[in-house]
DNA sequence: CCAATTTTCTAATTATCATTAGAAAATTAC
DNA sequence: GTAATTTTCTAATGATAATTAGAAAATTGG
């Protein structure tokens, strides 16, 4: 055998890669099994020598998925150089967020963007990895808070839903190649930390007044 | 005839009702016509009565949706006072799209969350509508950039998507009762306008430290 | 109350789709 | 090269669900 992979191996993953694009794309109800095989290039029945099941399926993509991005977030923190601050090691977990989700990102677009309309039965297995990944981000910002960084009264639970809820809707409306994925890291951390106002607009007095940059 | 609405008309709101329900839950294509009838308490060929097709209820639910939000939002702007700072404007928009989507949100939250997986033609359609919403927003902010409020520095364009994805999101982890929309909407404006970071957060130079409330 | 009309129900019909069984093709090991 | 094994294909099967037609029930106007 020359090569690394057995072919099973290669015609797996070429499979799990057609199923994590078209129910992304498509939905998980709305995808047939005959879709998936097209983009496979198979045929419907020949899935099943590989997966027992749609769902089988299904619950392979969404694991991947989660495991992805958690894993990003995760070694970007790894990776801090000891002396980062804590604004620096914030915009690495959210560059890897959004690298993950939006530059190899079907398999945790799809985990992200399907959620809501899986069966029952895996949606439940599937949670306490989404908890776990949560927990990561919890403490991300936690210890950022507790370092000084972040302001002491504000609820850090609902400022890290409302971020994710930025960074994972991004999948509906990013175009590859129109907006950066850099540029939209900056745009995050420049609203989440700082703030757009301006100084009068801080102090709540501005009047209506034209001033064109 | 001692009602005002007809029989026909009521039935038609029950239906819709349930539709939205459902498509909200479950999705668009894993919603069948039998649980949208059981809802509406009805038989499923009776919704043909009402309805031309799945497709025209579905079409007709996601413009009930995205009509709400848009009149909600431009509302709150129109019952602004003449002396109102452009925080408060803004204030007002993030509240009206909130309470629209989580207070009596099954039509809203069902156009905003299925979009991306409804069949293509309806999608096309729905399309312009969706523009003409982010229309009024890039209003508002843009109003308040140029006020002086915000900002000349940063994209309006992405700030408005992340603001817009953050609001959306709520859909999935928002729980009545436990989470009350006013104090999200301060999240919200708080994040937005001022960031979450400390005096020392903003300079960059914290050291990590114990301070806690 | 009665006839016309509106609304709902019941029982097909048809299409689609996940899944399966067994045959064919490709690959591997010798 | 050939037999064994792995992988893929073809052609059912059975279930589910959208849709329809015509019968029943409810409602309305007189």
Redesign the interface.
Known sequence: MATEQSKSDISRTRILDAAAKTFR??????TTLNEIAKVADMQAGSLYYHFNSKDELLEEVLDIGINRVHEAVEESQENMPAGA????RIRAAVDAHLTTLLKHGDYTSASI?????IPEEIRQRQIPKRDAFSALWRRILGR?Q??????????LS??R??????????V??HKPGK?SIH??TE??C?????????E???R??????????
């Open positions: 794309q498509k939905g998980y109800a709305a601050s804590q604004r620096e963007s399907i959620f809501a309309q950022a507790k370092a000084g960084a972040l302001r002491n009264d504000v609820n609902m400022v839903l409302l971020l994710l809820g930025a960074l994972n809707w991004s509906e409306w907006t540029a939209m745009h995050v420049l609203m989440l930390l700082d703030g757009i106002s301006t009068e607009g801080i709540g007095a501005e009047v209506e007044r034209e001033e064109v940059a």
